[in-house]
């Protein structure tokens, strides 16, 4: 499967971004995806995921209550609502799909990945 993420941006703290992460086929309807994240300097830390047929959830404990991962199946698109941005938020985050249902949070676990869509938060 092919993913490609988009809606990346440059946007001040407070303010909201929806990433989007389209698939190149109806992949998310029963496997999981998820949102990772890496700033300059930094290791790849997961952000959010959610999973094929149940549509669990989960979320790294620093945008828990600010970030919403969803999906729409029709679409064969996975968004991450990103509110209250903080600077802190600022990375390339990207998109990643595993071959099965779960909702993993560990990176070597998922095993397609898109580009990354480029985040900015200024304070």
């Known amino acids: 499967v092919q993913l490609q993420a988009f809606g990346g941006g440059s946007v001040q703290a407070g303010d909201s971004l929806r990433l989007s992460c389209a698939a190149s086929?109806?992949?998310?309807?029963?496997?999981?995806a998820g949102w990772f994240r890496q700033a300059p300097g930094k290791e790849r830390e997961f952000v959010a995921a959610i999973s094929g047929i149940s549509n669990r959830t989960r979320y790294a404990d620093s945008v828990k209550g600010r970030f919403t991962i969803s999906k729409d199946n029709a679409k064969n698109t996975v968004y991450l609502q990103m509110n209250r941005l903080k600077p802190e938020d600022s990375a390339v985050y990207y998109c990643?799909?595993?071959?099965?249902?779960?909702?993993?949070?560990?990176?070597?676990?998922?095993?397609?990945w898109g580009q990354g869509t480029q985040v900015t938060v200024s304070s």
């Open positions: 990643a799909a595993q071959s099965y249902e779960s909702v993993e949070w560990l990176a070597n676990l998922y095993d397609y």
């Open positions: 086929g109806r992949w998310f309807e029963r496997n999981g």
